[in-house]
């Protein structure tokens, strides 16, 4: 997880009206982010010329911000916040103060149709340092920042067998990985499953038990043997050392279908620690709940696909054996279910939740496409549960009819698995999206 990490900056032409106000307009800024609670890094100094403009870029860059504001102070020359935009390369805020002679919000407007023809974003604000919708637009987009930083520096590992493509191309990495990687910047790490498996079978049965034990206390009923889950306790254990070993800050086990069931337990043991491993090695999906989770400032999620639409009560059941949070059920309606040999997952009914923000990714060669929408969670019953696989099972429900909503899916070429995100984060994720150049799918 990455700290929100602000640049301020204040422009002026010297040549333009309004510069006096300059000097008492950024301190107000100052008080008011930091009473907001963000981490604010402020170049003291009106900056008036591109000397200055260099000089600040390289005190913010050895403060390694991950977003930046600019107010406006007057109408400034391109070629000064063309400095800003190409030494930092941070998502940026420009802000525009509410002084006619000024031209603050007209020189956004003609500095940022510059910049979206050149393939660049950015936000802006409007208003003085006091408006709490000026404020409340800073934080949201310095998470945009935050979650950028984030992705730069995230490592996720793939275990398990990988299906690549090869006609005179990489050798063990696919095209896809390579292009994802060019466009987020995070790394993936390639991990045999034997690695972990090997681990798990050195591990002494009375070791895994204390840890099962430790484990238990936190855990649903179990259904699976006894057998079972102390063979998940040593993979758990394994997989624990592999991610301290690649430092790791997530994994995605193809597990389907020659090992099922082997991560899945051990998934939703992690997501409740603050890791999350996916199941299948959904790597796209891996990304986006990471993201999410940064924008959120942490938290779990859950991840499934439809099982079907209920027109009657409006609703898309989501289900899945993979990698959910006992938290998002409680430890009363969690249990642990039996899966192959000695695999096991998490069955959960997921709780009712009033507000929910839903993502889901698709795409390769550089084009990515990702669904926002906001919704609802509804109450599933024990008997619906049951009926439903004794899995995670979501009632989730939109604005928009349950069928629109799949259709709307199928139609826009999403692949079939959801993440579920307690919370409204819709905006955020849609500028992430918009700075990361990747397009959005909305339910209409």
Not at 405 to 411: C, T
Request: charged content about 25%.
């Amino acid at each position: 997880m990455k700290d929100i990490k602000i640049g301020l900056v204040a422009v002026a032409s010297p040549v333009e009206s309004g510069g006096e106000r300059g000097d008492d307009l950024l301190a107000r800024a100052e008080k008011a982010i930091k009473a907001a609670g963000m981490d604010v890094v402020v170049y003291p100094d009106l900056i008036w010329d591109a000397a200055a403009a260099i000089d600040a870029c390289n005190k913010l860059k050895a403060e390694k911000i991950n977003s930046l504001v600019i107010m406006d102070i007057t109408w400034v020359i391109d070629s000064m916040k063309y400095i800003f935009t190409t030494q930092l390369q941070v998502p940026t805020m420009y802000w525009a103060v509410p002084y006619t002679e000024t031209f603050s919000i007209g020189c956004i407007q003609h500095y940022g149709s510059i910049l979206k023809a050149m393939g660049y974003t950015y936000d802006y604000v409007y208003g003085l340092p006091e408006d709490q919708e000026v404020i409340d637009g800073i934080r949201s987009y310095a998470k945009v920042g935050a979650a950028a930083d984030n992705a730069r520096n995230m490592i996720i590992g793939l275990a398990g067998p990988r299906q690549t493509w090869r006609v005179a191309g990489p050798q063990d990495m696919s095209k896809e990985e390579w292009d994802f990687t060019l466009k987020t910047g995070v790394t993936f790490v390639h991990i045999e499953m034997e690695e972990i498996t090997d681990i798990a079978d050195k591990i002494a049965d009375a070791d895994a038990k204390k840890t099962l034990d430790e484990l238990m206390k936190r855990s649903g009923k179990a259904v699976a043997s006894e057998e079972a889950l102390l063979y998940n306790a040593k993979v758990y254990m394994a997989t624990k050392e592999i991610i301290a070993k690649y430092h790791l800050t997530s994994l995605a086990a193809e597990c389907y279908p020659n090992y099922g069931g082997l991560m899945n337990l051990i998934a939703s043991w992690m997501a409740d620690e603050g890791f999350y491993l996916d199941t299948e090695g959904d790597l796209g999906h891996t990304f986006i709940i990471n993201t999410l989770n940064q924008l959120a400032g942490g938290g779990v999620v859950a991840l499934g696909e439809a099982g079907s639409i209920d027109e009657e009560r409006n609703i898309v059941p989501i289900a899945h054996e993979g990698s959910t949070p006992m938290s998002l059920s409680g430890l009363d309606r969690a249990q642990i279910n039996p899966s192959g040999e000695l695999g096991a997952f998490i069955g959960t009914p997921h709780k009712a939740m009033d507000t929910v923000t839903t993502c889901a990714i698709v795409g390769n060669g550089g084009n990515y496409k990702v669904f926002i929408a906001k919704g609802r969670t509804l109450e599933v019953t024990h008997d619906e549960w049951v009926e439903g696989g004794s899995k995670l099972l979501v009632n989730l429900q939109y604005d928009v009819p349950a069928h629109s909503v799949i259709d709307q899916l199928i139609k826009g070429g999403m692949d079939h698995h959801f993440v579920i995100k307690e919370g409204d984060y819709t905006k955020e994720m849609e500028k992430f999206c918009d700075y990361m150049g990747f397009d959005t799918l909305k339910l209409v």
